[in-house]
């Protein structure tokens, strides 16, 4: 088990995203699915440092397990507003240049390339986990 | 990361995109692409062969040129994704909203 807790400050970002990539490709994940778990957790991140702290700042605390049933798992904390993630609703993937929106597309990504995403709030904290299924050689 | 600007055919300007595109750089590359806008220019070719990374931010950053280049009767076109990059576009239905090619001189010849 790893942990990094910084400040949810975008200059911050690149440090959390290279610490999971570092651990992910020690695991031995492909170049592409390392490049996919930058991706989750960048976005993960990102919600984090734009919207957990209005009004002052906060830290976010990164996580990385490896558990028995051969899964990464990166937990991501902060201790900022009460925020489900998963709550969101997915952008219209369909819609045209004029009618495209231009946000919500973090989470959906997040959805779509991590095996299993869990959101749960306890003690004041939004604790969002990322699971990476390691495949078996 | 680096946009360099690789030159210019059929009145399209050809940009080159190295290294990736996230939260931290991708407002650089909207202020950029602004800047030759406000230049006069409307037709672009982005080069993304040396794009190693893109996020939705990076994403956002292209939709909002996009819009702003077909309220000015302008285009702009992707060229040269490597896989991972491509990956991205399609789960995110971003492939049927800008246009891809595979190469630059692809992308090139629409604007004759």
Not at chain 1, 63 to 86: H, M, R
Not at chain 1, 119 to 128: A, D, E, M
Not at chain 2, 64 to 75: D, E, M, P, R
Request: glycine share 6%; proline share 3%; charged share 25%.
């Amino acid at each position: 088990m790893s942990s990094i807790q910084l400040p949810a400050k975008i200059e911050n970002m690149g440090l959390l995203v290279q610490f999971i990539s570092d651990i992910a490709r020690k695991i031995g994940f492909s170049g592409k699915r390392v490049k996919e778990i930058e991706l989750a957790t960048e976005e993960a991140l990102v919600n984090i440092i734009n919207y957990a702290y209005p009004d002052h700042s906060g830290d976010i605390r990164v996580t990385c397990t490896q558990d028995p049933s051969k899964a990464f798992v990166i937990k991501i904390e902060d201790t900022g507003i009460a925020f489900d993630i998963l709550s969101l609703k997915d952008p219209d993937i369909s819609a045209g240049i004029s009618d495209r929106e231009v946000g919500g597309l973090g989470v959906f990504l997040i959805r779509k390339l991590m095996d299993k995403v869990q959101y749960h709030r306890k003690n004041k904290k939004n604790i969002l986990k990322l699971v990476v299924h390691i495949p078996t050689k | 990361m680096e946009i360099i600007k690789s030159g210019k055919e059929n009145n399209a300007l050809i940009i080159k995109i190295i290294g990736r595109m996230d939260a931290v750089t991708s407002p650089e590359f909207e202020k950029a692409l602004d800047t030759w806008i406000d230049e006069s220019e409307k037709h672009f070719v982005l080069d993304l062969s040396s794009l190693e990374y893109i996020s939705s931010a990076g994403l956002r950053s292209i939709l909002v040129i996009a819009k702003k280049l077909k309220a000015l009767n302008g285009k702009i076109f992707l060229a040269g994704m490597a896989e991972s990059v491509s990956e991205v576009f399609e789960i995110s239905g971003f492939n049927s909203i800008i246009p891809i090619h595979d190469t630059v001189q692809a992308a090139i010849r629409q604007f004759q």
